[in-house]
T-cell receptor, first 116, second 118 residues
Framework: GENVEQHPSTLSVQEGDSAVIKCTYS??????FPWYKQELGKGPQLIID?????GEKKDQRIAVTLNKTAKHFSLHITETQPEDSAVYFCAASTNAGGTSYGKLTFGQGTILTVHP | EAGVAQSPRYKIIEKRQSVAFWCNPISGHATLYWYQQILGQGPKLLIQ????????DSQLPKDRFSAERLKGVDSTLKIQPAKLEDSAVYLC????????????????FGPGTRLTVL
């Protein structure tokens, strides 16, 4: 089955700096890569996703890049703000086929702390 | 649009007791998922329903966990009997469409139920 590794496990930055979180995956059939933000006491919330036919996607201060050959993808947050502090999870999935049925496999999470 | 609803939000039980969690997905969503999230880890899929049928329960410990989604709407997850290692947050998520090679199925998560087994 799919295995997703996420680094770093904790990340501390100053307000206004950039933050980068990296993930690698093992299953070459994976073709959908979402990123979730989880705040304390809440469920994960989708912040951005990328399909395997795209190399990069941006949404305001957030961007995601995908390298299919190397099987890794990254989340980039620019101009970080204290409200960006949360746990971030990457995930990988195939949208169909075999026994996957669109199952998401999550990384271990990164605790991001943005200091004012 | 109302989000995914879960109850209770918190539950504390003794080991070997039984517990049940309830989930009401976003209205009209075809696919429903239950995840287990142990402290400090990412969510792990337990079971996936498409309408009222199970499509993946390969990681559900069937000797103690059971789940159902009657009428293809809300769902319950039960643990009987509970073990100490079942302490976790149980997350429910739903997706608008049936799983298909044509679509990428965004998942919307509820707030979770935090279970503590003593």
């Amino acid at each position: 089955g799919e295995n997703v590794e996420q680094h770093p496990s904790t990340l501390s930055v100053q307000e206004g700096d950039s933050a980068v979180i990296k993930c690698t995956y093992s299953d070459s059939a994976s073709n959908y890569f979402p990123w979730y933000k989880q705040e304390l006491g809440k469920g994960p919330q989708l912040i951005i996703d990328i399909r395997s036919n795209v190399g990069e996607k941006k949404d305001q201060r957030i961007a995601v890049t995908l390298n299919k050959t190397a099987k890794h993808f990254s989340l980039h947050i620019t101009e970080t703000q204290p409200e960006d502090s949360a746990v971030y999870f990457c995930a990988a999935s195939t949208n169909a086929g075999g026994t996957s049925y669109g199952k998401l496999t999550f990384g271990q999470g990164t605790i991001l702390t943005v200091h004012p | 649009e109302a989000g995914v609803a879960q109850s209770p939000r918190y539950k504390i039980i003794e080991k070997r007791q039984s517990v049940a969690f309830w989930c009401n997905p976003i209205s009209g969503h075809a696919t429903l998922y239950w995840y287990q999230q142990i402290l400090g880890q990412g969510p792990k899929l337990l079971i996936q329903f498409q309408n009222n049928g199970v499509v993946d329960d390969s990681q559900l410990p069937k000797d103690r966990f059971s789940a159902e989604r009657l009428k293809g709407v809300d769902s319950t997850l039960k643990i009987q009997p509970a073990k100490l290692e079942d302490s976790a947050v149980y997350l429910c998520a739903s997706s608008p469409r049936e799983v298909s090679f044509l679509f990428y199925n965004e998942q919307f998560f509820g707030p979770g139920t935090r279970l503590t087994v003593l």
